[in-house]
């Protein structure tokens, strides 16, 4: 055991210390989603983060990246500095944390050099096309056509639950060209410019009265045969690769840290008759509870980090981060509610708005992100099944070799 | 030993949900939700009224029908079931008890049939009663309220409010001039909470008058124990609701070429719902029951099934959401009513673990 960093590594962190220090006036304000607005003060940090090698950090420089060698430490180093300093990473979102590292690895050398540029600077923003309303925990089942005409792939078929496709240039989709092949054999993944004709877009509004998904329909739409990714029919070997990096995404522990020290100061400006809400030992106690949880997903996004550094397969303790930090979210979020009593209960529009009407947001979203990205049933079928190698349940219909 | 509805309960139940569901679809729920400034469906109150389910806890000569707290809980559970938009709680609940235990027999006279009727409405802030947030309250003052009170349960077009301030419980007209009300808007927009302010309000109608010292006080401790009842009675019916809609669509919805009902996981989860609903519709009944019949049981069940039900309700709505996946964020899911509805029962007068300190409390348990 050793938790010191290294002397490099160190001199890695003061310096970006300074820099945030001394940057602090040029980065955009934080939001919590796209909003579909283009923000150039956005564009900018990115700009100078991107110079400095804090964003885009392992992209080769050809693609618009830092060019940096991949180094998990220093990535460590960077999400818990920005973290510190409450400053905004730059962009981000599906396109530059799930499509870039996807098209870096299986894309062809036009592909990167056409669109992992725009995405790293943030001028393109993607959508994740993957789920349909008959086909979600079970993906493999979708049913979205891709006909092939000459050099030209033309789709059909609706996608449901795509989270920005309504600011989406483009979208990273699943479509089925092998209408014959075996369920997984017939999934191609496909690159859709979201202004090409048959596209229509329905945002859905979500029990958070936002419309952070939106249901996106395919009538006859065409896209040239070079935007698919990889070979035709080896899309759902390539979208394991993206939900990968989705699932490292939900869950994080940095999420669940910041989440807890908000609600910690939630507690200590609450006053109940007069006293901080912190002070009943109730729901102090909860907090505790919470924290110790907090610090184990902390402390085991070191021991991944280790594994990682290491080469070493993490096990089933790699599996299940995203079970338990979206739970963590959730209730760290139930815990600030309940700390606020009736105040608890107030949601944004009123004269009364304030900090207390954001957590039946967080409340809520965090709910959406454990049924997001795979169920928390399906987490716990992969735990047991890739992690404890039980058997899968007995099934009247034919076998499944991959859920979601 | 006969533990359980009685055949005129049942009855009642049935006939209030062929009348919730034809008057109030959630086409309309939603619509009263999202357009009506008061929150409340006038039309359907006053079919409630002519059923004399809005009186039920008003004596029969003020035109009531003299129930139980049973006989209210099995309204609330039918209106939570309904997501009903409807003052209950408030109006036929809350004023009528105060009104009962400390009216003076003009004021019961005045208000009481008014109520029955469905043709006013009152409402009671209580808040502070449980506890206060940040700087509300009310101060008396030479005869004038100042402050203000918070979270004032169907506010929105009350006719005339109950407030509490000192030893004295006062009875304030919406149009007093310094009263103010302003909405607070919550997650659940089924009810409609607001915060009253006062400015020097005319505080020259105290209900009981000539009340006994700690007359006012007690009155208010049975009114809570009543609607946290009720509020529980709320939760039941919502939770039957959720599991009802969870059933139907673990029966529905395919993955993966079978029911998704099928899958062990999804039908523990339905499980787990029933198997902690059904114990908490029994504590239900017999806090309802306690409160009419077992004065020295009455507060500890009322506060201990407010508490539960509160936990019950907010896993189970939870659950729910988890059973219907993406689908169960939606706006356009239902289901998403009652996870607000729920939440709102849950916090209002008392979350979990305040009630679990006033359980302590009452049993002489805490220091
Ligand atoms: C906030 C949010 C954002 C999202 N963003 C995107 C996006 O950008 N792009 C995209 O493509 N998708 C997105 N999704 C979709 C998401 O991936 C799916 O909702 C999820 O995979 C579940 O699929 P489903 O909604 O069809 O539910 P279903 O698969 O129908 O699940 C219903 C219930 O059945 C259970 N179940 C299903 N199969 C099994 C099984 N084998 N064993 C046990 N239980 C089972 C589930 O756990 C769940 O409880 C998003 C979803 C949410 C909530």
């Known amino acids: ?404 | 030993m006969d533990f359980g509805l009685s055949e005129e309960q049942r009855l009642l139940d049935a006939t209030l949900r062929r009348l919730l569901e034809e008057k109030l679809p959630l086409a309309r729920v939603r619509q009263v939700s999202a357009e009506s400034e008061d929150g409340v469906d006038e039309a359907a109150w006053r079919a409630l009224a002519e059923l004399g389910v809005v009186g039920c806890l008003i004596p029969e000569k003020q035109g009531g029908s003299a129930g139980t707290l049973l006989d209210a809980v099995v309204v609330a559970t039918a209106l939570g079931h309904g997501c009903a938009p409807l003052p209950f709680l408030g109006s036929a609940v809350l004023a009528p008890i105060l009104f009962d235990a400390l009216g003076s027999p003009a004021q019961q006279d005045e208000w009481l049939p008014r109520l029955a009727a469905g043709r006013a409405r009152v409402a009671v802030a209580l808040s502070e009663c449980v506890e206060r947030r940040d700087d509300a309250g009310l101060r008396l003052e030479a005869g004038r309220l100042h402050g203000s009170a918070r979270f004032v349960v169907d506010s929105a077009g009350a006719d005339v409010f109950l407030a509490p301030a000192g030893a004295a419980c006062f009875l304030l007209p919406a149009s007093a001039p310094g009263l103010e009300l302003r909405p607070m808007p919550t997650i659940d927009r089924s009810r409609r909470l607001s915060e009253l302010t006062f400015d020097g309000v005319a505080a020259d109608e105290p209900l009981a008058g000539d009340a006994a010292p700690g007359e006012v006080a007690a009155a208010i401790a049975r009114a809570l124990d009543a609607a946290r009842v009720v509020l529980a009675a709320d939760i039941v019916g919502s939770c039957d609701r959720a599991l009802e809609l969870s059933v139907a669509y673990a029966l529905t919805r395919e993955q993966f070429g079978r029911k998704i009902g099928s899958f062990q996981a999804v039908k523990h989860i339905c499980a787990e719902m029933a198997a902690a609903l059904e114990p908490a519709r029994s504590l239900l009944w017999y806090a309802a029951h306690a409160f009419d019949a077992l004065p020295a049981e009455a507060a500890l069940s009322a506060t201990l099934c407010k508490a539960h039900l509160s936990e019950v309700g907010r896993d189970l709505l939870r659950s729910a959401t988890e059973v219907h996946g993406g689908i169960g964020f939606t706006d356009e899911c239902d289901l998403q009513l009652w996870f607000k509805r729920v939440g709102l029962d849950r916090q209002l007068l008392g979350g979990p673990e305040r009630l679990y300190a006033h359980a302590a409390e009452l049993q002489h348990l805490s220091s």
């Open chain 1, 1 to 404: 055991m050793e938790l010191e960093y290294s002397a490099d590594h160190e001199a890695f962190r003061r310096m970006l210390r300074a820099f945030l220090e001394n940057n602090r006036a040029r980065a955009p304000r934080m939001r919590t989603f796209a909003s579909g607005v283009v923000d150039p003060a956005l564009l900018g940090w990115q700009k100078l983060l991107i110079e400095h090698g804090y964003a885009a950090r392992g992209v080769p420089r050809e693609y618009g990246g830092a060019g940096a060698d991949p180094d998990p430490l220093i990535a460590t180093i960077i999400a818990e500095e920005f973290a510190q300093a409450r400053l905004s990473r730059g962009v981000s979102g599906q396109g530059l944390d799930m499509l870039v590292p996807t098209l870096l690895e299986h894309g062809s050398e036009e592909q990167k050099r056409r669109y992992v540029p725009p995405t790293v600077r943030g001028e393109m923003l993607w959508c994740q096309g993957y789920s349909e309303p008959g086909a979600g925990s079970d993906l493999a089942s979708l049913r979205t056509r891709g006909r092939v005409e000459g050099d030209t792939l033309v789709m059909d078929g609706q996608k449901i639950w795509t989270s920005t496709a309504q600011f989406a240039q483009m979208m990273f989709a699943l479509v089925r060209t092998e209408a014959d092949a075996p369920k997984h054999a017939g999934i191609s993944y496909v690159l859709v410019p979201m202004d090409t004709p048959g596209i229509t877009v329905r945002p859905l509004k979500t029990m958070t009265g936002e419309a952070e998904f939106n249901e996106v329909f395919f009538d006859a739409v065409r896209v040239p045969l070079e935007n698919l990714v990889g070979k035709r029919g080896e899309g759902w070997k390539i979208a394991n690769t993206t939900l990968r990096h989705e699932r490292n995404m939900l869950g994080s522990a940095s999420t669940s840290v910041k989440l807890f020290e908000s609600a910690r100061s939630t507690m200590r400006e609450n006053r109940v008759d007069g006293r901080p809400a912190l002070e009943n030992p109730v729901l102090r106690g909860r907090l505790m509870a919470l924290q110790a949880k907090t610090l184990a997903m902390k402390c085991h996004a070191m021991r991944l980090l280790t594994c990682q550094l290491r080469g070493e397969a993490a096990g089933v303790a790699g599996l299940v981060t995203k079970l338990n930090g979206c739970q963590l979210n959730f209730d760290l979020a139930g815990l600030a509610i309940d700390a606020l009593g009736e105040a608890g209960i107030l949601y944004r529009g009123g004269a009364q708005s304030s900090e207390a009407t954001r957590w039946q947001f967080h409340y809520m979203f965090q709910l959406g992100l454990i049924i997001g990205g795979g169920t928390a049933q399906i987490q716990k079928n992969i735990i047991a099944e890739r992690g404890l190698g039980m058997p899968r349940e007995p099934r009247p219909a034919v076998p499944d070799p991959d859920a979601r």
